[in-house]
T-cell receptor
């Protein structure tokens, strides 16, 4: 148990669906991250929020829309996804410090049909 | 930009063998260095870290030393167990644009046979 909880654990959706991934941390961290993990590819940083403000957006397609209503919650809204978006989506949090170590959730395994 | 290069896997060992997974990095600043481990069906967990040159991070029998002169952070363990089978990620964290941005290597799969 890392203190970062992601729901749902598994999600299957069609290309026309709209769904949301949720991440929650009660570690008192002020930075939260979304990563995409695909088979045979490096871990891809998608979004970074620091004190609820988005500080990084790594050229992610607009069909992925993040939301950070407070420093404990992070959402990833999904719409009109493509089959190549199937992957494990990992949320992480950290306390801003010179160490910058991350605490990860268990991820949401997403399949787009 | 920053980058992390790890040896490609899978690395396949017998139980009690010696493990080395190589990791080198490039960074514009003075980063902190990390090894994370991912067990099947789970997210990544921090294994060990080092924040300055010549620091040695250690945990659960694993060790890595921050070598600034060779920009390396190789992971070692003297005697691996079957339960060490997992994917290992080398990473650095550097301050940029108002946040600490982590950069990960591709991961190295370790398979330990009884």
């Amino acid at each position: 148990e890392t203190g970062v909880t992601q729901t749902p654990r598994h999600l299957v959706m069609g290309m026309t669906n709209k769904k949301s991934l949720k991440c929650e941390q009660h570690l008192g961290h002020n930075a939260m991250y979304w990563y995409k993990q695909s088979a045979k590819k490096p871990l891809e940083l998608m979004f970074v929020y620091n004190f609820k403000e988005q500080t990084e957006n790594n050229s992610v397609p607009s069909r992925f829309s993040p939301e950070c209503p407070n420093s404990s919650h992070l959402f990833l809204h999904l719409h009109t996804l493509q089959p190549e978006d199937s992957a494990l989506y990992l949320c992480a949090s950290s306390q801003e410090s010179p160490e910058g170590k991350l605490f990860f959730g268990s991820g949401t395994q997403l399949s787009v049909l | 930009g920053n980058s992390v290069t790890q040896m490609e896997g899978p690395v396949t060992l017998s139980e009690e063998a010696f493990l080395t997974i190589n990791c080198t990095y490039t960074a514009t600043g003075y980063p902190s260095l990390f090894w994370y481990v991912q067990y099947p069906g789970e997210g990544l967990q921090l294994l060990l870290k080092a924040t300055k040159a010549d620091d040695k991070g250690s945990n659960k029998g694993f060790e890595a030393t921050y070598r600034k002169e060779t920009t390396s952070f190789h992971l070692e363990k003297g005697s691996v167990q079957v339960s060490d089978s997992a994917v290992y990620f080398c990473a650095l964290s550097d301050y940029a644009g108002g946040s600490y941005i982590p950069t990960f290597g591709r991961g190295t799969s370790l398979i330990v046979h009884p």
